[in-house]
């Protein structure tokens, strides 16, 4: 008998609870190792997409060695199933199929194994140097640093190779009008891309000591926006999170069950909201424009603009609205980091509703906010869900502006 394909919080349960010992032991033990223990690390769920985990694991191996290693399973659908090591595990009666594979061997980053590399990184960055993991999204995307003693020389990012020119093509866009963003130092067709090191500091460290002139330092990071060049218009566009807004929802009501109605309701409105507002015209814009993409030099001048895959044709608002989503929640993520964030959020709405629709942009922060739920998600502990509460109820707030 065929079982009904398994639910995405199903799944979520199979890689996170006491289940995944035996995937990792299936998967483990075709090399006569066993697990002496393990823990999860990491936990991405793409809404639609499927669930991958992260684990870290102490491994016994078959000469009695103990050894640490870092090993990922994923449900979502592979491309490629040539990779050393890949382990297919079908649960019983097809409900899903889980794929596990020990990291660096990502079978959707085949650069990511020369990217951990110390030898080949050294030998393209011309210098020795040791690659530092950054983040990590199994068969997504990997960033490394590369660091020469306490020094960051370069950074890796291991992306698919389809993605490879997009990628390149949108930094060289920026960097030939002069738009301050890494440049592009390397790259290869298999998704390995070097980049130069971001002068100045993440504006989070801004943002945690409060900001003198809130609306003149807004003003500042809007007004890269409107340098990116025309070139921007030619390149592919990136949906919203007001797009994808009932994706968000899922995920949120995955994360925390007893908020599905919220979530689903959010959604509803969000896509009414949009529908029935003037976004404004197509215009250049980053795609990701938040705090962790954002380096200042001072309180008035960004030195950088990180991550810019998703540069390309959209609507301002809807860059706007990423800045103040994400801002929005960074108190409940760290309350004692950020006293300053909530009256500074409240200037920089006021001063961003002169520049785009009022409904328009607080509709789309609702979204933005509710994307960020599932986020607050930690494998370990329930201190998260205070967390992933109050921004389920950030979102509810700025829906609220929209009304």
């Not at 090399?31 to 016994?60: D, F, K, M, N, Q």
């Not at 007004?223 to 592919?236: E, K, N, Y």
């Not at 896509?271 to 030099?297: K, M, Q, R, S």
Request: glycine fraction near 8%; charge should be negative; aromatic fraction near 4%.
């Amino acid at each position: 008998m065929t079982m009904e394909p398994m639910s995405e919080p199903e799944q979520v349960e199979l890689l996170t609870g006491p289940e995944a010992e035996g995937l990792l032991v299936a998967a483990l033990g075709t090399e006569g190792a066993t697990i002496s223990s393990w823990s999860v690390h990491s936990l991405h769920h793409r809404p639609g997409a499927g669930v991958s985990v992260g684990y870290s694991l102490a491994v016994r191996t078959a000469g009695g060695a103990t050894t640490s290693q870092y090993v990922c399973a994923t449900t979502s659908r592979l491309s490629r199933h040539d990779t050393p090591g890949l382990v297919r595990l079908e649960q019983p009666g097809g409900g899903v199929t889980v794929h596990v594979w020990r990291h660096p061997h990502d079978p959707e980053l085949p650069a990511l194994p020369r990217a951990c590399d110390a030898t080949a990184m050294s030998g393209l960055a011309g210098r020795p140097v040791t690659p530092q993991m950054v983040t990590y999204r199994p068969t997504r995307r990997c960033v490394l640093r590369l660091m020469d003693g306490e020094a960051t020389t370069a950074f890796v990012k291991v992306v698919r190779p389809r993605a490879t020119e997009e990628i390149v093509r949108r930094h060289e866009v920026l960097t030939a009008a002069g738009v301050p963003s890494p440049r592009v130092l390397h790259f290869d067709d298999d998704g390995l891309v070097l980049l130069s090191v971001a002068t100045g500091a993440p504006m989070a460290n801004f943002l945690a000591a409060g900001l003198a002139a809130p609306v003149a330092t807004f003003d500042a990071v809007v007004g890269v926006l409107d340098g990116l060049p025309a070139g921007v218009m030619d390149l592919r566009p990136h949906p919203s999170w007001s797009d994808r807004v009932d994706h968000y929802a899922h995920a949120a009501a995955t994360a925390l069950p007893e908020r599905a109605g919220q979530a689903t309701g959010i959604a509803r409105a969000v896509v009414h909201a949009t529908a029935t507002t003037d976004p404004g015209p197509l215009v250049p814009t980053h795609g990701d424009y938040y705090e962790a993409n954002i380096f200042l030099a001072g309180p008035l001048e960004v030195s950088a603009i990180l991550d810019v895959d998703s540069v390309g044709p959209g609507h301002r608002v809807d860059d706007i609205a990423c800045l103040l989503g994400h801002v929005s929640v960074l108190p409940h993520l760290a309350p004692a980091v950020y006293p300053h964030v909530p009256a500074i959020v409240e200037e920089w709405w006021r001063r961003g509703t002169e520049l785009v629709d009022a409904r328009s942009l607080a509709a789309r922060c609702a979204a933005v906010a509710l994307s960020l739920v599932a986020g607050a998600r930690r494998p370990e502990g329930e201190a998260w869900r205070a967390d992933a509460l109050a921004r389920a109820d950030e979102a509810e707030r700025w829906l609220q502006r929209a009304l």
